[in-house]
């Protein structure tokens, strides 16, 4: 490369490398900003997350207890009752109690299942974090060559110049320098 028009390769690096340092920075800025408040959204996405589960057993725990619980004690006592009986068999009485039994069931298996997509998204959220942490690593390992880059210039120009001045001093023509 003659002409001073035509630039470094090393320069060509390293203006890429700033073009991916700033596309990093945006990236690190979007999501390494307010610390505060992503600590206080991932713990209570776990207060949630274990709510949500011991919501899901007390369901489940609600099933054996209920018919001592208002209002659902009526049912026992609507297939034992002999004016019920005469209207409504007690079989479908019991059925309809199963059937509130398994209705409360699946919504405590709806709650147990929110529980778990809840920390499938707090596991997403995590992978990303520790993939922007790996980004601020190849950010910081730009940085450095970038700055290896500038110090292989600056060592070339001080080799360029003490060529050019030895051969100044050996009367010889002057080398071109190529990286500049």
Do not use: W
């Not at 997350?49 to 919501?55: C, H, V």
């Amino acid at each position: 490369m003659t002409s001073n028009d035509e630039q470094n390769p090393l320069q060509e690096i390293k203006d890429k490398n700033l073009e991916s340092i700033g596309q990093l920075n945006e990236v690190l800025n979007k999501t390494l900003g307010n610390k505060f408040g992503r600590a206080i959204g991932a713990g209570f996405s776990i207060f949630t997350e274990y709510f949500l589960y011991a919501l899901a057993l007390c369901v489940l725990v609600f099933i054996f207890i209920m018919d001592k619980v208002s209002p659902f004690y009526l049912l026992e006592q609507m297939s034992t009752s002999m004016e019920v009986q005469k209207v409504i068999s007690p079989v479908m009485i019991q059925d309809f109690a199963v059937v509130v039994k398994v209705i409360i069931g699946l919504v405590a298996f709806l709650i147990f299942m929110y529980g778990t997509s809840l920390r499938k998204i707090r596991k997403y959220k995590d992978s990303i974090r520790a993939s922007v942490v790996e980004l601020k690593d190849v950010r910081d390992d730009i940085i450095g060559n970038n700055k290896r880059i500038d110090e292989l210039n600056e060592l070339s120009d001080k080799m360029m110049a003490s060529a050019n001045m030895m051969a100044y001093e050996s009367k010889v023509e002057k080398i071109p320098n190529d990286n500049k």
